[in-house]
């Protein structure tokens, strides 16, 4: 930064970044490539160093899908408990990622596993944060029945968070899938309501309405976009708000 440039201030000083499983597929769209934890480290890297207080969730669709057990005849039970012990192996995964460009971190995850993460507890993570490490929770809410999005509104209830980032791999809330649809048009700004009346499928209606109930604004962006993330920091106008009436 040159003498005639201005600091980068943060709107948002705590933020709970909800990121699927995919995130971290690559091309190959199921398992953990190393690249593309390096890419998001440095994408959380990139607000960390503005001194933003970090908690990351993450799902874990890249390494197991509930939904296919259950159509198998699995117990949904069973099938969801598989998916939380896989957010654990990506939280992992993003750990070494993030340590490797000199983010401190730890995992924290509602399922126990002391051997490799720390049991989640809320003033633990809070204390983290304030110590300058990115928090990874894994685990989901550590019961059933819940999806991941719903765990990082539980969390981000929980820590005071200022906001919910979803990272996903289109650039806001559309009035259709714009992947299917040429027409269809992107919100800049949705009330709650709203976004569950359009039920709004980049993000689990139980979670929006829990954002609603506690007043939490939550934001929908591409993460891969180029500075999509530090911009939303910032509080440029990036994806889609979704907050008040």
């Known amino acids: 930064m040159t003498s005639t440039e201005?600091?980068?201030?943060?709107?948002?000083?705590?933020?709970?970044?909800?990121?699927?499983?995919?995130a971290l597929a690559g091309k190959q769209g199921f398992g953990i490539d190393p690249d593309q934890a390096e890419l998001i480290s440095l994408k959380i890297k990139s607000v960390y160093d503005l001194g933003v207080q970090v908690a990351l969730v993450i799902g874990a669709g890249n390494l197991w899908r509930g939904n296919t057990g259950v159509q198998h005849g699995m117990a949904q039970a069973t099938a969801d408990h598989m998916g939380m012990i896989a957010t654990v192996m990506n939280g992992l995964a993003l750990q070494?990622?993030?340590?490797?460009?000199?983010?401190?971190?730890?995992?924290?995850?509602?399922?126990?596993?002391?051997?490799?993460?720390e049991p989640?507890?809320?003033?633990?993570?809070?204390?983290h944060m304030e110590k300058g490490r990115v928090v990874v929770i894994a685990g989901g809410t550590g019961n059933p029945y819940f999806t991941t999005d719903t765990a990082a509104a539980l969390r981000g209830m929980e820590i005071n968070a200022d906001v919910i980032i979803k990272g996903t791999q289109v650039d806001g809330v559309y009035t259709a899938d714009p992947k299917k649809d040429?027409?269809?048009?992107?919100?800049?700004r949705l009330t709650y309501s709203d976004a569950i009346k359009y039920r709004v499928r980049v993000m689990d209606l139980?979670?929006?309405?829990?954002?609603?109930d506690h007043k939490l604004p939550l934001i929908v962006l591409n993460i891969w976009d180029?500075?999509?993330?530090?911009?939303?920091?910032?509080?440029?106008?990036?994806?889609t708000l979704i907050d008040g009436e």
Request: aromatic share 6%; glycine share 4%; proline share 7%.
């Open 206 to 212: 139980t979670a929006i309405t829990l954002c609603m």
């Open 226 to 239: 180029d500075h999509s993330l530090l911009d939303a920091v910032l509080g440029k106008p990036v994806g």
């Open 96 to 117: 070494d990622a993030l340590e490797r460009v000199h983010v401190p971190t730890r995992v924290q995850t509602a399922v126990a596993m002391n051997q490799v993460a």
């Open 6 to 22: 201005q600091p980068l201030t943060p709107f948002y000083h705590r933020i709970v970044l909800k990121l699927s499983g995919e």
């Open 120 to 127: 989640y507890i809320r003033l633990r993570a809070v204390r």
């Open 182 to 188: 040429p027409n269809a048009q992107k919100f800049d």
